[in-house]
């Protein structure tokens, strides 16, 4: 893991888009993959989104014992230099860099918010790697429309 830190280190001091290789102590070099890298941070968001209850945070009761291990995993690509964002719940404006897959009218809202994050966009080294796909609510006027 040491080794892999290290690496990590120095690819945020210049990153670069390419497959990146490093000589740990060992003499085989460890070749790895950026594509590598959303692959996993798409699969620990995936688990986080089924483990943790959306509204309250808290895990799922049948899944309680299982939810440490993942918030472990989820620091240790944090500290790897991996960021996943989740945008559910967020304010939207059309200047995000995100693809947004519909917009769709939703009651209680009064600005256009992402209800749901599909894909959640991927950062290694402060550089984006993933551009998020969202479906983004749009205040549902028509309630109002009907009663005036």
């Not at 000589?23 to 986080?48: H, M, N, T, Y």
């Not at 483990?51 to 899944?63: H, I, N, R, S, V």
């Not at 944090?78 to 960021?83: A, H, I, K, N």
Request: proline letters at 5%; charged letters at 25%.
């Amino acid at each position: 893991m040491k080794d892999l830190r290290d690496f990590f280190s120095r690819q945020n001091q210049g990153f670069r888009q390419e497959s990146a290789q490093v000589a740990p102590q060992s003499s085989s070099p460890i070749k790895i993959e950026l594509a590598s890298f959303v692959d996993l941070g798409c699969a620990a968001w995936k688990l986080r989104q089924k483990m943790f209850d959306q509204t309250t945070g808290e895990p799922k009761e049948d899944l309680r014992h299982l939810a440490r291990h993942v918030e472990v995993l989820w620091e240790r690509l944090s500290e790897l230099g991996l960021q996943i964002q989740d945008h559910t719940g967020n304010p939207f404006d059309s200047g995000q860099s995100l693809e947004v897959l519909a917009f769709q009218p939703t009651r209680g809202i009064s600005r256009e918010t992402v209800i749901e994050t599909v894909r959640p966009t991927v950062y290694f080294a402060g550089k984006r790697i993933l551009m998020g796909q969202v479906i983004v609510g749009t205040p549902d006027n028509s309630v109002s429309e009907e009663q005036s």
